[in-house]
């Protein structure tokens, strides 16, 4: 197997879960006297980032520690939630998907709870396209932390990193590996150097 990897982030990347995501923690919140239900756009706004971020942005009115507690239940519900219904896939991606699998090994890393990149993969059958995968609960490191992390112990010399934010762009610095900016996604980037505007992109680049 080839010592070049080509590593995912998930939403925004590999597939739009926002609407399952978003009808979830509506619905977590109903049993939640302290809290608001936040909006769709303040949800897809904190997509991607790390659960203490997540939770501190939307419930800033309460203390770290409550808005911790709050978001805890949420990530409950959704991962059930999104285990039974799924999300969108982008157009093409079981197709490129398997094309790069066939040639190098996949992996996921996400900024999600434990569970859900788990959630992805079966409800939409995606697990034999990846070798691995790592989320930030599971091991409380940064994205690109974690990164290095699954490379590691994989015995992967190099890699390329695609996501759609910010932060993955940061991340991928952080871990010393090329970024390839999702502009399809959700997110933007700063300046990055290759972009790929709709994920069956990749089967021209490898």
């Not at 808005?67 to 519900?77: D, G, I, N, R």
């Not at 999104?82 to 992996?107: I, N, Q, R």
């Not at 990149?117 to 409380?140: N, R, W």
Request: net charge negative.
């Amino acid at each position: 197997m080839s010592k070049f990897a080509i590593g995912f982030d998930l939403d925004g990347t590999l597939w739009n879960s926002l609407q399952a995501v978003s009808d979830s923690w509506k619905r977590a919140c109903e049993d939640i006297p302290d809290v608001r239900r936040p909006s769709d756009e303040e949800i897809k706004g904190v997509m991607g980032l790390p659960p203490l971020g997540i939770a501190t942005t939307l419930f800033p009115y309460l203390t770290q520690e409550r808005a911790m507690e709050v978001f805890a239940h949420l990530t409950e519900v959704e991962i059930a939630h999104v285990a039974k219904v799924g999300g969108v896939l982008f157009d093409g991606l079981e197709e490129t998907l398997d094309h790069l699998s066939k040639k190098y090994p996949l992996y996921i890393v996400s900024n999600c709870q434990k569970g859900y990149i788990e959630a992805f993969l079966s409800y939409h059958g995606l697990e034999k396209y990846f070798a691995d995968h790592e989320d930030a609960e599971t091991t409380g490191l940064t994205k690109g932390q974690n990164i290095r992390l699954v490379m590691e112990r994989n015995g992967w010399d190099e890699t390329v990193y695609v996501g759609d934010t910010v932060g993955d762009q940061r991340a991928a610095k952080e871990a010393n590996v090329p970024f390839l900016f999702a502009a399809y996604g959700f997110g933007r980037a700063e300046d990055p150097k290759k972009s790929i505007h709709d994920i069956r992109d990749l089967m021209k680049l490898y």
